[in-house]
């Protein structure tokens, strides 16, 4: 799949977002910010340094605006976005770019998990009979062949509770197909280097 340029719209105002998988590019290394926030200007994608893809990254947490929703048209990019609603309502789906690369197909393999409290209320969105989820307690483990629909899972935590975000691609843990809304603005204008897994909160309960 080649990088492209789509479109992300956050509350009502606009973001160019670049969605790529590649096995190596330059930028950054990963931050941890003791503050629990993910801070910088510029893309989530710019900097300097490799890109671990391979999943064992360890974990920055990065904080969610609360009650900020996200739009990005499916089939239009690859990205999985992450949404926190009051009370310890999530909502994650994720897209591909199969208009862009016509007939390509994205094999996503996504893993939520909590490390506190419980992960309940777990829905679909959009799966079809070869997708499937397997939760428990702590966990909830979705695979899909997403094309032009949007796939996604809404569950609820405890409220202030934290998720573990892995997603994968083909077996690809590319950090930069993740987004989340931060000081409204897509990754909080992040200019570094996330991590896939990626650790979130909401910014209030």
Not at 18 to 42: K, L, M, W, Y
Not at 45 to 52: A, R, Y
Not at 160 to 178: E, V
Request: aromatic letters at 8%; one cysteine or more; charged letters at 15%.
């Amino acid at each position: 799949m080649m990088p492209l340029s789509s479109l992300i719209r956050v509350a009502g105002f606009a973001f160019s977002a670049t969605f790529a998988i590649a096995c190596v590019v330059q930028t950054e290394g990963p931050h941890r910010n003791p503050d629990s926030v993910v801070t910088g200007g510029g893309s989530a994608n710019g900097g300097g340094g490799d890109v671990d893809t391979s999943g064992n990254a360890t974990p920055i947490l990065v904080d969610v605006d609360t009650n900020q929703t996200m739009d990005a048209a499916p089939g239009q990019g690859v990205g999985v976005f992450t949404e926190y609603t009051t009370g310890g309502h999530w909502h994650l789906w994720w897209t591909c770019d199969t208009l862009v690369n016509t007939k390509s197909t994205c094999p996503f393999d996504v893993r939520i998990s909590v490390a506190s409290g419980a992960i309940t209320n777990v829905q679909t969105e959009k799966f079809e009979d070869k997708d499937s989820v397997v939760t428990s307690a702590k966990t909830i483990t979705a695979q899909t062949t997403a094309t032009t629909d949007l796939d996604g899972v809404v569950f609820d935590t405890d409220p202030g509770a934290i998720i573990t975000l892995d997603a994968s691609i083909g077996g690809q843990h590319d950090p930069r197909f993740l987004f989340f809304v931060q000081k409204g603005e897509i990754n909080g204008g992040f200019k570094g280097t996330l991590t896939n897994p990626l650790m979130l909160e909401g910014t209030t309960p």
